[in-house]
């Protein structure tokens, strides 16, 4: 049996204790940066998982074979934390008030800063110590857009927004542009509520995507999809010729741009995603020095080093043989 601690004394984790102790964690999350915080709790993704599977098996993870793994492990996720029985998920905006550039080359958001893995797992780090110094048996694993967890499923299950027909997961606050990190827990906290999808009628994502990866509502073909292409394809595989990168050397904002949810995209309280240098393009002129000596000095901490020099490369020399250059 869990306790919690207060001004030294132990205190028996009765359901008033926890709750108070979950609104003492998004307090303290909020002060962290944080914009939303919601509890989930621990259930079989059974339903999910079966969609999932429809999924890998349309080919739609395109060559991400880590998709397929740890199948398991994505429906259950006890068998990550053996006596789990909340999530914590946290979001955190990335967006900033700053126009993408019209030229070529052109960066997905949200990698214009620092890398969000390195800057959630420390703030959500913690907050498992603010928890721990509060309760002596707690337990916990932290993922951030790591391991076999279906974060958008369970961001939706925590309240933290709906799933867009575009697949990300949509805040009536946030818009489209956040980061989701997630805590597997031992400890067990009622769960928020969940929201209504408030995409309705629209299609703007489905319509304005240039290679029409979006096959249907909340179903993307990463075979389709620009921002695989640009980041995470294999080195040996070649680049479709026929697909038009539109202007996009990593990743693609195109469903998020024309989303109605994002005209009022809450702002991030983090200066390390604003754009490194004032730049949400690379120039050519830096593209033609990188070197793969240099590239992960000129790319650290960057979400970029994900593409890896070669791929980068291969981006650059297809946005040229797509467009005219002087």
Known sequence: MAFLKRNGDLILNKEINI???KNNIKEFSYSLGFDKVGFARFRFLSKEIEKYKNWLANGYQASMDYLEKNIDKRENI???LSDVKSLIVFAHSYFTNVNHSKSNFKISRYAWGDDYHDILEKKIRKVANFISEQVDTFKFKIYVDTGPILEKIWAV???IG???KNSLVLSQELGSYFFIGIMLTNLDFLPDTTVVDRCGKCRKCIDACPTNAIVSP???D???CISFWTIEKKIHEEIPHQLDFKGWIFGCDICQEVCPWNNKAKITNELAFYPRNGKTNLEEEDLMKLTIENFKEVFRKSPIKRAK???LMKNYLHLRGL???E
């Open 162 to 164: 709906w799933q867009g």
């Open 78 to 80: 006890g068998l990550i």
């Open 309 to 311: 020099f070669e791929g």
């Open 157 to 159: 299950e925590a309240g």
């Open 222 to 224: 990463s075979r389709r």
């Open 218 to 220: 909340k179903v993307v």
């Open 19 to 21: 709750n108070f102790l």
């Open 323 to 325: 467009n005219e250059f």
